[in-house]
């Protein structure tokens, strides 16, 4: 009679886990959009006004106005009030403001910005900013600089923005990527939104991967001037090249927070494994140990520990380990590949691609809600993303136009831009920390 | 009178006979050059080199040698890094070759298509690269001349996006370095 019970409760509980919705019991689930962060902070931006005694320059005041412009359109914590809705109300004057009607358009906070541009091309941008409701001055700054650094200005005002409404600063933030603009594939280095990019290797040979420091001083990258795919590392304030690597393939390298170590991908032992390697000493350590393909070294900002790459299993598929090689536990279930593994800087979210037919997305998964996310949808290949030092942003390449550009799309989904036009634009890495 | 006929007689003379010395003069025939008809060459006949092989491989140029392509190329299956069956025999003739000429070393080239990862795609082309000079070594070719470098997909043979292409671009070269 007991056996007859359980065989009976048995199939009962069979027979309910058989009827439940698959999604209650499977483990992740794919192409959830989220809208979670803070409501964003409505502000107006009205025209800038150039002082009594400035130069009449009208380029140079549209250029600092609308680089102040899109990067508080770009931040994701502050939302423009659109330029059309100023025209209901009296036209600003800084010497006179009429809050009600800042007010009266929804505006929380309103900034005010004054150029003097001086005969020796010398720009002072003041800015203040005000609250509209209690009608308070909150903090005001003056930024001074040469005409040529007018977007540093601009850049400058837009993070002193972020950092008094607790943000990070991000938009003196820049990515290094590999371009073959200039005929070959090179690393070059740019503003966060495209602009002002500088070339940093010059040789006839195919450089990749580049990857930021923590402290932004150094770009490891991997180079085939020896003819053989090497680590080098550029510094950037003494313009110094050292090589890295002696024997076999070397790429894929990262950094540790404390940018005193470097962890990387090596084929020195005949297959390709993760080692880490002491800048100080010169110490290396061998992470990984298995006969598959092992790669994609990622250092999580906490430097605990390290996302990364295998094909252990049969397929490449996403791993953490601890910062040791220890502790190694599977991220990634569904789907045969999976590549490109990037920690977000709170630690909370991994960004990787997973290829799906011939095509390439970018997904993040958050590790904490067990949740993956998709960023990108498209019939084309987007490759490896790329955190901004405040988590809300990810660079990506695409060749969604045909050729291969960066992108920057934001952490759930929306506001893709496109910040290079020119030849092939490939493997961006953001700056991981900013000052 | 008679003094006078003899001043012309002697006059009459020395004209004749100078001017039978200017005729003398005229007449003498200028040297000829030798002039040497025709000469026959005596260079010794040569029979027109039939060059070996070996020999032709030897008066190659390393770049020439690699164009000539005396080592075939061999592709692999989509993801994968096995020999195929049915690239074994192109090993096996490009180990032959090796065999009969022992001071050639080789670098093996390992490539992907394009529907991979660059981070992945240059394990795999390592992979592909080693698993042709294994299966060299295998065949006899002593290690010490065999080297591996992986391009990933940064060196497609062929562009497009059909599975021709793609299977074109999985491959591993095989390219001479010293001869």
Not at chain 1, 382 to 399: C, I, M, T
């Amino acid at each position: 009679m007991k056996v007859l019970k359980i065989i009976i409760s048995l199939f009962i509980v069979g027979f309910i886990i058989g009827i439940l919705p698959k999604d209650l019991y499977s483990q992740q689930e794919v192409r959830i959009r989220i809208k979670d962060g803070m409501p964003m902070i409505p502000v107006a931006l009205p025209g800038f006004v150039l002082t009594k005694d400035s130069i009449v320059d009208e380029s140079i005041k549209k250029e600092i106005y609308e680089t102040l412009w899109n990067d508080l359109k770009f931040s994701r914590v502050f939302k423009l009030i659109p330029k059309e809705h100023y025209s209901y109300i009296q036209k600003f004057n800084p010497s006179n403001i009429t809050f009600k009607d800042w007010a009266s358009i929804q505006a929380n906070i309103l900034i005010s910005g004054e150029i003097e541009i001086s005969k020796e091309k010398r720009v002072v941008f003041s800015f203040k900013v005000y609250e509209v409701k209690s009608e308070k001055f909150i903090f005001g700054r003056n930024f001074g600089g040469k005409v040529e650094f007018v977007r540093l200005i601009a850049h400058r005002a837009a993070d002193e923005m972020m950092k008094k409404f607790g943000e990070k600063p991000i938009f003196n933030s820049k990515i290094t990527f590999v371009s073959s603009r200039d005929g070959n594939k090179e690393i070059y280095i740019m503003d966060y939104d495209g602009r002002r990019k500088k070339r940093i290797t010059y040789n006839k040979y195919i450089d990749l991967l580049p990857s930021w420091s923590f402290d932004n001083e150094k770009i490891l990258y991997t180079s085939y001037r020896r003819n053989n795919p090497d680590l080098y590392m550029f510094s950037l304030y003494t313009g110094k090249t050292e090589l890295l690597s002696t024997v076999g393939a070397n790429y894929c390298a990262d950094w540790s927070p404390e940018s005193d170590t470097i962890v990387f991908t090596s084929t020195k032992k005949g297959n390709a494994e993760i080692f880490s390697k002491s800048m100080k000493t010169g110490k290396e350590r061998r992470l990984t140990f298995n006969r598959t393909i092992d790669t994609s070294p990622n250092w999580s900002y906490s430097g605990r520990e390290i996302a990364f790459t295998s094909q252990r299993s049969g397929t490449p598929q996403i791993y953490i380990m601890d910062a040791e090689g220890t502790n190694i536990r599977r991220i990634t279930h569904e789907g045969s590949y999976h590549d490109s593994p990037a920690w977000s800087p709170d630690g909370t979210r991994l960004a990787f691609v997973s290829r799906i037919e011939a095509r390439f997305d970018i997904y993040v998964y958050n590790l904490r809600r067990n949740v993956i996310t998709k960023l990108t949808e498209n019939a084309f290949r987007n490759e490896n993303p790329s955190w901004s030092p405040d988590g809300r942003h990810v660079v990506f390449s695409s060749n969604r136009t045909g050729r291969y550009q960066l992108y920057i799309i934001d952490y759930d989904g929306t506001n893709l831009i496109k910040i290079t036009n020119k030849g092939e634009n490939k493997m961006p890495k953001w700056q991981k920390r900013v000052r | 009178m008679k003094k006078r006929l003899f001043v012309i007689l002697i006059s009459f003379m020395l004209i004749v006979f100078f001017s039978t010395c200017k005729k003398k003069e005229v007449k003498t025939e200028p040297v000829k050059k030798p002039v040497v008809e025709k000469v026959e060459e005596i260079t010794p006949k040569v029979e027109k080199p039939v060059l070996t092989e070996e020999e032709i491989f030897q008066k190659r140029s390393l770049e020439e040698a690699n164009k000539v392509g005396y080592l075939k190329m061999i592709h692999f299956d989509f993801d994968k890094y096995y020999i195929k069956d049915d690239m074994k025999p192109i090993l096996h003739a490009n180990a032959e070759w090796l065999l009969k000429h022992p001071v050639v070393e080789i670098l093996a080239e390992g490539h992907c298509d394009e529907r991979g990862t660059i981070e992945y795609n240059i394990a795999l082309g390592e992979k592909r690269a080693s698993a042709a000079k294994n299966y060299l070594i295998s065949l006899g070719v002593p290690e010490a001349r065999l080297k591996i470098i992986s391009y990933g997909k940064s060196k497609p043979l062929v562009r497009g996006v059909d599975e021709e292409t793609y299977y074109q671009n999985r491959r591993s070269e095989f390219t001479i370095t010293k001869k």
